[in-house]
């Protein structure tokens, strides 16, 4: 979470739109390409999202893993047919990378699965809190992909991703307390957000937070009606502003 991470999204002025009304403007038109046809991916697969706790043990995880990855591989079949562009890039960057991950962590062979059962009991103890620091960024992002200028679309995003970076610390520092549960769980997030906005966040995370607190507050007014889209929408709106 350190490096300043957090791979997402969108288009331009064009695209600034109320919630609904955006999928017309940011996919192709093309047959099942809207909102309502990648919401049925599902967004399970988002740790600590849907749900307060993961898998504990093997069998459990087997049962996640099935439909994790069948989740992920949805989102990033509709990715590939409905998106183009720099949105198209940086969402599938995202994707892939949490594809590789599950993939990893479900595999018995692979150290990552020893490290998850490792680690997922004191990660757990943190899960309610890091799913409130989870659907609080989840809610920023459509706030700022409806309601932040397009040119401003990126600092926005930036700032709430350090937001949810610093609320997850706490969050495993007072719940769980290990360095090796942290790191996992850290590690994870980095290589899944990480690989799009490092250098354009940058300037958001040398700062000590003076960028952050000079842009203007937006609106939560329809925060509740975020909970009805799913992510794709919000990040593939702000995305397409990294070009």
């Known amino acids: 979470l350190r490096n300043m991470n ?5 288009l331009s002025a064009v695209l600034v739109c109320g919630i609904g009304s955006c999928s017309a403007g940011i ?3 093309v047959k099942g390409c809207t909102t309502e046809e ?3 991916c599902g967004t399970e697969f988002v740790p600590y999202f849907s749900g307060q706790s993961l898998a504990t043990d093997v069998g459990g995880l087997k049962q996640q893993c099935t439909k994790y ?4 591989r949805c989102s990033i ?4 047919k409905c998106l183009e562009g720099i949105a198209k890039g940086a969402v599938l960057l995202m994707l892939k990378a949490a594809d590789e991950e599950y993939a990893n962590v479900c595999n018995s062979t692979h150290p990552k699965q020893q490290q998850y059962l490792s680690n997922i009991g004191c990660l757990n103890k943190a899960g309610p809190a890091l799913s409130t620091c989870m659907n609080d960024m989840f809610v920023s992002l459509h706030r700022t992909a409806t309601k932040a200028p397009a040119r401003s679309q990126i600092s926005y995003s930036c700032c709430y991703y ?3 970076a610093k609320c997850a610390d706490k969050a495993l520092d007072s719940k769980c ?3 090796d549960g942290k790191k996992f769980f850290n590690d994870i997030v980095d290589h899944v957000f990480g690989e799009v906005l490092n250098l354009a966040c940058a300037k958001y995370t040398n700062d000590g937070g003076k960028a952050c607190k000079a842009l203007p ?3 939560t007014k329809d925060d509740s009606l975020a909970k009805e889209r799913g992510f794709i929408d919000p990040l593939a709106i702000i995305v397409s502003n990294l070009g």
């Open 77 to 80: 079949d509709f990715t590939n």
């Open 27 to 29: 996919y192709k038109d």
């Open 6 to 10: 957090y791979s997402l999204l969108t």
């Open 162 to 164: 350090l937001d949810y």
């Open 69 to 72: 990855l069948k989740e992920l």
């Open 177 to 179: 307390g290990t360095a």
């Open 38 to 40: 990648v919401e049925k």
């Open 217 to 219: 507050v937006l609106s």
